[in-house]
């Protein structure tokens, strides 16, 4: 039983190590996080106030 969870452990370690994986996650994340803003109401809320005052003063 331990022995899959400790494999699982030692192969992220692995991918932690490379530069190139991080460099993907941070896209995929960043990408991930913009998207899960739109969705949520509260922040989808806060965006539209904040483009409606850009509108305003033009």
Do not use: C, H, K, W
């Not at 192969?11 to 969705?39: K, Q, W």
């Amino acid at each position: 039983m331990l022995d899959p969870i400790l494999q699982a452990f030692v192969t992220m370690n692995g991918f932690a190590t490379s530069p190139f994986i991080l460099v993907v996650l941070a896209f995929i994340g960043a990408y991930l996080g913009s998207r899960v803003v739109e969705i949520i109401p509260f922040t989808r809320r806060i965006i539209e106030r904040r483009e409606a005052q850009a509108a305003e003063r033009e």
